[in-house]
């Protein structure tokens, strides 16, 4: 296949947006498109072959046309998120043909990107593992996680700190840093493997499965006798009531996502928040994308925690672009453990 050739470029569509629960149905496998292998003449954009799309539970905001911190899909165009991706061609001055790049790229095989902005398209040059954990742990996935608890949550050794979600992409990070931080790290997902996975494998101090647990705020005072310093959020809803009586004074609580709420018409309430006035617990959500100036210096310690072997990662993986929308889904019924990724194919 030379350069400039026109090939087939499956994507996946878009369908329209949706209230509830989504749908494998409200993604659409198109097999009609196709793309030049060549940037327009004078341009300044980048061809993308994508190799790697990361399936995220932000994504699920993105369905539904409202106020969210990123752009809705479009009906009828391809869903974007994040991906690796290789160069195929370039008029762009900051990247080459045969780079490797993670950001913003469309679910199809092939990406054409024009204009891009320097932190929605970032050159690879850390190649000693795999390239797919540019979609996580060395992405926006492993950005998240340090962002929320090594900057916003001021940890301090010897503080206690539970992680809902903590199998998830984020979850599992979280843990990971607060243990070498010397906190003691507890964590909640929704089966006994997943459980089991937090304590022998990612080195939680304990760990419990919520499905099991009928008073999580029980839970939380048997695990925690002396209270919570640090409560990573990733679910919200009842479980934020269940931790809020349960945080020391001075807590803090960085609000990376809220999944139980994500798929609700009417969401949660949350019954206890005089629990922030009286133990003065400080609250913050906050957005990765407003934290990217940090990267380099994450990925300096990324690549030392490499070294000293002192992290662990799980993927989850499926392999071609038309398993992508039941990936997504799985997200949200809690089939992937760790992080889920999609392998794209090009035939």
Known sequence: ???????????????????????????????????????????????????????????????????????????????????????LDSGNPNFEKGDYVWGFAG???YSLIENPHPMSLMKI???????????????????????????????????????????GAVGQMVGQFAKIMGCYVVGSAGSKEKVDLLKSKFGFDDAFNYKEEPDWTATLKRLFPKGVHIYFENVGGKMLEAVLPNM????????????????????????????????????????????FNLYPEFMELMKQYFMDEKLVYVEDMVEGLESAPAALIGLFTGQNVGKQVVKVSHE
């Open 125 to 167: 040059s850390y190649t000693d593992v795999p390239l797919s954990y540019y979609t996580g742990i060395l992405g926006m996935t492993g950005m998240t996680a340090y962002v929320g608890f090594n900057v916003l949550a001021s940890p301090k050794k010897g503080e206690s700190v539970y992680v809902s979600a903590a199998s």
């Open 248 to 291: 020391v004074v001075h807590g803090r609580i960085p609000v990376c996502g809220m999944i139980s709420q994500y798929n609700l018409q009417q969401h949660d309430g949350v019954h206890n928040l005089t629990q922030l006035l009286k133990k003065r617990v400080r609250m913050e959500g906050f957005n990765v994308s407003d934290h």
């Open 107 to 109: 679910w199809e095989q």
């Open 1 to 87: 296949m030379a350069t400039g050739d026109e090939v087939s470029n499956k994507q996946i569509i878009f369908r329209d947006y949706i209230s509830g629960f989504p749908k494998e149905t409200d993604m659409i496998l198109s097999t009609t498109g196709t793309i030049r292998l060549k940037v327009p003449e004078g341009s300044n954009s980048v061809l993308l072959k994508n190799l790697y799309l990361s399936c995220d539970p932000y994504m699920r905001g993105r369905m539904t046309q409202s106020d969210s911190y990123v752009a809705a899909f479009t009906p009828g165009k391809p869903i974007t998120g994040y991906a690796v991706s290789e160069v």
